[in-house]
């Protein structure tokens, strides 16, 4: 016999802040695919532009280092070389001419023949000189750019697709701040209502405690049964028959708690069933401590009537001897 109790409510706001937490996360969570899918197009036009404009341009600049040097330009810059040359030289020739006329050497002599195939010999020798100078400057040109062309289409391929990489890196970054807010939502709910279900726990162990302490005793559950049994605190009073009859019904017996249950120790005392099913009072569960003692004493009262009735029906000495073996 005994009153499990009930836990207290829970605060609500407890049940609110996990609920809102939760809420939050899965707001997070929308909020970064809403995101993702904003650098996921900036990532899908970034490599279709790519695709399209630049990877041709970057295929013909690459064919064009792979090919090797271009000479082509090399002949050229040699006849223009050789040009510059020969004109200076005829410049030079003219102009020692008018020289040697000046001093009154005439055209055809010896020593203006002599100095006309000196100055042809050294036009000839600078020709020569500033072609093959031009010539080997004109392909170390040519071949330095064909390095730098290749070092250019080597780097190309390095920064291959480099923005669509990093549009996509942004979403994915977003999306796993998303989930990873959502986890942390779904987990503080989680730890906001085990909190909840702890406190719940706590405050029933410590009321079933409680009322162990409170009503460990009869003469205790008496004492405080009887401190509300005045007449003028009851009304609509009627008398009960039959009590002692509900009582051998009922079975007594000696059992213990469960754990975890009430104060978990050993008891005497009947079922709460039992108890409803024979008096029709209580909820199956729990036997209130005045209706157990009116029962009792019922049938305490009933039983002594009893025995007054039969020692009424006996002879004197009968009784005696009765009343003898009783005592």
Excluded: C
Excluded at 152 to 164: D, Q, T, W
Excluded at 304 to 323: G, H, N, W, Y
Aim: without cysteine.
């Amino acid at each position: 016999m005994g009153n499990s109790g009930s836990a207290p409510s829970p605060d609500p706001a407890i049940g609110q802040a996990a609920l809102a937490s939760a809420e939050l996360g899965r707001d997070y969570l929308g909020w970064a695919e809403d995101q993702a899918k904003i650098t996921n197009k900036w990532a899908a036009d970034d490599r279709a532009r790519y695709t399209s404009t630049f990877v041709p341009l970057e295929n013909d600049y690459i064919a064009n280092a792979q090919a090797g040097p271009d000479y082509g330009k090399v002949a050229g810059d040699v006849t223009r070389s050789e040009a510059t040359v020969a004109n200076r030289a005829a410049l030079a020739a003219g102009q020692q001419e008018r020289q040697l006329q000046a001093q009154g050497v005439m055209p055809g002599s010896g020593r203006s023949i002599d100095g006309t195939r000196k100055t042809a010999l050294a036009t000839e020798l600078a020709t020569a000189g500033a072609g093959n100078a031009q010539r080997v400057a004109s392909r170390t040109q040519a071949e330095a750019k064909n390095d730098s062309e290749m070092a250019n289409a080597i780097n190309l391929g390095k920064g291959l697709a480099v923005n669509p990489a990093t549009s996509m890196g942004l979403s994915n970054g977003s999306t796993a701040s998303g989930f990873s807010g959502a986890m942390q939502g779904y987990g503080q709910q989680g730890n906001l209502l085990n909190t909840q279900y702890q406190q719940q726990m706590s405050s029933y162990q410590a009321n079933q405690a409680n009322q162990s302490s409170l009503f460990g005793g009869l003469g205790s559950l008496a004492g405080m049964a009887f401190s509300l049994s005045s007449k003028d605190a009851k009304e609509n009073k009627r008398p009960v028959r039959g009590v002692l009859d509900v009582v051998k019904k009922m079975p007594v017996e000696k059992w213990k708690y469960k754990d975890g249950m009430a104060d978990g120790g050993e008891h005497i005392g009947p079922y709460a069933e039992d108890f409803q099913r024979e008096t029709g009072l209580g909820d199956g569960k729990r036997i209130n401590i005045m209706d157990a003692v009116g029962v009792t004493m019922g049938a305490v009262k009933e039983l002594s009537d009893k025995m007054d009735r039969v020692e009424k029906r006996l002879p004197t000495r009968s009784v005696r001897s009765t009343k003898k073996a009783m005592a």
